[in-house]
Nanobody, 124 residues
């Protein structure tokens, strides 16, 4: 059982930046895969970025060049740097953890554990 705790969300003007964190105490980051997802109002949860156990990184097309996923294995924390934000990036952001190898690193169905989510609001 893993406990995922997100932090760092908030409101920002269009074009601004935020940094999200996902802490998983006691979790060996180089063993499993983790990812960030987001869900806008009345929309399905979508994958944003993932980092797999072998270090492979995948981004959704909509965030390539703007978002950066990283991790600090020593501190058991995963980050998502969000730059050049637009109102379309508004939503609840969730971190997920998968204990099995990922077939699709940005598909929510493959995550086994979830954080409770953190809001990101981008003002136009």
């Amino acid at each position: 059982q893993f406990n995922l705790v997100e932090s760092g969300g908030g409101s920002v003007e269009s074009g601004g930046s935020l940094r999200l964190s996902c802490a998983v105490p006691g979790y060996p980051y180089d063993t499993y895969s983790m990812a960030w997802f987001r869900q806008a109002e009345n929309k399905e949860r979508e994958g944003v970025a993932s980092i797999e156990s072998d270090g492979s990184i995948t981004y959704a097309d909509s965030v390539k060049g703007r978002f950066t996923i990283s991790e600090d294995s020593a501190k058991n924390i995963m980050f998502l740097q969000l730059n050049a934000l637009t109102p379309e990036d508004t939503g609840m952001y969730y971190c997920g953890l998968a204990v099995s190898p990922l077939v699709d690193p940005l598909k929510a169905d493959y995550m086994d554990y979830w954080g409770t989510g953190i809001p990101v609001t981008v003002l136009s």
